[in-house]
């Protein structure tokens, strides 16, 4: 039995969409699965519609989703690049063996194949053995501009990479057919298919590139994480057979075979997305959790040259469990980069007023004492605090909070007040002071 050479052949006309970086995913999964090769390949024949961002974000794409292609685009070596565009002598020899063949003929300059007109059956791997009737006009494999149609060069490239299985969206079953007889007069073995369920929008209409949540840079963006994205798109269409949702990747490349794939159409459902995004993100920690907080606020602008690897470090690490997307993050804790905070001004309006002025001034001057200026000494002077004034630590934690972060809500106050350091904290809390609601 050959060993397993799969392929993804995306078009670089326009980003990636998640219904190709399924595919992409379905292939990959397989190859890692049987231990074959997972293939890249650029069908760019389509010079009026290619663009080189298309072709970034697909590289990019697919690298973040963690779909490393074996042979193909910038692997080097004698496997690849493998761009149609530059395989324009290999499809005129296969050409000349259909017209030795006595398989096309010549229809008004173009070039079509002569269907032998009989019945082909698929033996498809997810939806079994389907029979179609050929009895459709002869299909047009070279124009008269010179240049080939996908069907023709999509048979040869597979034929000559040697793909031994292909997974791709239903919507392409009817064309197998073709490829089959294709495969055929070519003298080859077609591939082993199997054609994949649609992804469809919540309202049962088929997912199209305009449809919101489509593009997978618009998950990047949203500061998803791809090993969540990378495990829902794994359930759109496949799943373990055991009512689990999320699980490790490997176990995924373990568990995959191509029984194990849906018949029906997959719904997408951005709920379940982003509960596996909230139960990864739950998990991150470490050298992860700074590499995925680092890029989300960098991503928003934040200035984090201008501080210290460790007090980075130590900011982040209070955000651990506490947010779902890279983009929460900015909001959340923001404020440890910034020389001044934007106070929300619901908080303003409930926390800022006349009364809390001398209950935020005490808590100042008890800051301002405090030694050392850390988590536990500071927790322990505002507490001491409180009981001098004769209230409850919170009337005294809330105001606090909001003048030195700009929200009543964020990470572990005496922690953040430590990273902070005296010299911000106390500043804030006179720029608050000085705030119109405390003379209202």
């Not at 002569?114 to 019945?119: A, E, G, I, K, V």
């Not at 359930?235 to 490790?248: A, F, I």
Request: aromatic residues 10%.
């Amino acid at each position: 039995m050959l060993p397993a050479r799969v392929r993804f052949a995306p078009s670089p006309t326009g980003y990636l969409h998640v219904g190709g970086a399924r595919t992409a995913l379905f292939n990959w999964l397989y190859a890692r699965h049987a231990g074959g090769k997972f293939i890249l390949r650029i069908e760019d024949t389509d010079a009026a519609r290619n663009t080189p961002e298309a072709l970034v974000a697909i590289y990019d794409g697919l690298r973040w989703l963690g779909l490393e292609w074996d042979e193909g685009p910038e692997v080097g070596g004698d496997s690849g690049p493998y761009r149609q565009s530059a395989r324009q002598a290999i499809y005129e020899q296969h050409l000349r063996t259909l017209e030795r063949g006595g398989h096309v003929y010549e229809d008004h300059g173009t070039t079509r194949f002569r269907s032998p007109r009989q019945p082909v059956t698929v033996n498809d791997l997810v939806c079994g053995a389907v029979t179609f009737e050929r009895d459709e006009p002869d299909m047009t494999i070279r124009r008269p501009d010179g240049s080939f149609i996908f069907h023709f060069v999509n048979v040869v490239d597979d034929l000559e990479m040697g793909i031994t299985h292909v997974f791709r969206g239903e919507d392409h079953l009817s064309n197998t057919p073709k490829h089959i007889e294709l495969f055929r007069a070519l003298g080859g073995e077609p591939p082993r298919y199997a054609h994949i369920p649609l992804i469809l929008n919540p309202d049962g209409s088929k997912m199209s590139k305009r449809d919101q949540g489509a593009s997978v840079q618009s998950y990047l963006d949203a500061g998803y994480l791809p090993e969540a994205v990378r495990n829902y798109l794994c359930l759109l269409g496949w799943s373990p057979k055991d009512d689990r949702e999320k699980l490790p990747i490997e176990e995924i490349i373990r568990l995959f075979r191509p029984e194990n794939l849906n018949r029906k159409n997959a719904a997408f459902d951005l709920d379940k997305l982003n509960w596996l995004q909230g139960e990864y993100a739950r998990e991150l920690e470490g050298d992860r959790l700074q590499q995925v907080a680092r890029q989300a606020l960098r991503a928003a602008g934040l200035p984090l040259e201008n501080f210290s690897a460790d007090y980075i470090d130590a900011a982040i690490q209070t955000c651990q469990g506490k947010f779902r997307l890279g983009s929460e993050l900015p909001a959340y804790a923001g404020f440890y980069f910034t020389r001044e905070v934007a106070l929300d001004p619901q908080g303003v309006e409930k926390h800022f007023i006349p009364e809390n002025r001398e209950k935020l001034q005490r808590t100042r001057a008890a800051f301002a004492a405090c030694e050392p200026f850390t988590a536990d000494p500071l927790q322990a002077a505002l507490k001491a605090t409180a009981t001098d004034l004769g209230v409850k630590a919170g009337v005294l934690v809330h105001p606090t909070r909001l003048a030195v972060t700009g929200s009543d809500s964020g990470p572990s106050l005496y922690h953040l007040l430590e990273i902070l350091g005296r010299e911000v904290v106390l500043t804030r809390l006179d720029q608050a002071l000085a705030h119109p609601g405390f003379c209202r």
